[in-house]
Nanobody, 119 residues
Framework: QVQLVESGGGLVQPGGSLRLSCAAS????????MGWYRQAPEKQRNLVAV???????NYEDSVKGRFTISRDNAKNTVYLQMNSLKPEDTAVYYC?????????????WGQGTQVTVSS
C-alpha cells in the first residue's frame, strides 16, 4: 500500500501562486507515475502534471509555462509550483501514484486539496 498526503491548497487571487506538496509513504517501490490531477465541479478528473518512468514530465497544455512539477526523492515528495493562476485553475487537486505490481499496476490517490482562484 502507498499512502499519499497532500498539502498547500487554498484561496489565491488571479495571477497569484501556490505550491502543492504530496508526501508518499508505505510500500513505495516500483513507482511508474507520480504527479497531479485535478477535478473541477461537474467535470472529469484530468492530468495536470506527472513524472513518468525515466523522469519524463508530462503537462496538460493549459498549464505549460505556468506550472512546474518537481520532486525530492530523499523525502518521497512531489511538488507542484503553480504560478500565474487563473480562475479556470480552480479545482480539487489530487496527488496520484501508479505502482507496478505483478501482472499489472495499482493506482493510488491522495485525499485532494482545494485550490480556489478568485478575486
Amino acid at each position: 500500500q502507498v499512502q499519499l498526503v497532500e498539502s498547500g491548497g487554498g484561496l489565491v487571487q488571479p495571477g497569484g501562486s501556490l505550491r502543492l506538496s504530496c508526501a508518499a509513504s508505505g510500500n513505495i517501490r516500483n513507482i511508474y507515475v507520480m504527479g497531479w490531477y485535478r477535478q473541477a465541479p461537474e467535470k472529469q478528473r484530468n492530468l495536470v502534471a506527472v513524472f513518468t518512468t525515466g523522469s519524463t514530465t508530462n503537462y496538460e497544455d493549459s498549464v505549460k509555462g505556468r506550472f512546474t512539477i518537481s520532486r525530492d526523492n530523499a523525502k518521497n515528495t512531489v511538488y507542484l509550483q503553480m504560478n500565474s493562476l487563473k480562475p479556470e485553475d480552480t479545482a480539487v487537486y489530487y496527488c496520484y501514484v501508479q505502482q507496478g505490481v505483478l501482472l499489472g499496476h495499482k493506482d493510488y490517490w491522495g485525499q485532494g486539496t482545494q485550490v480556489t482562484v478568485s478575486s
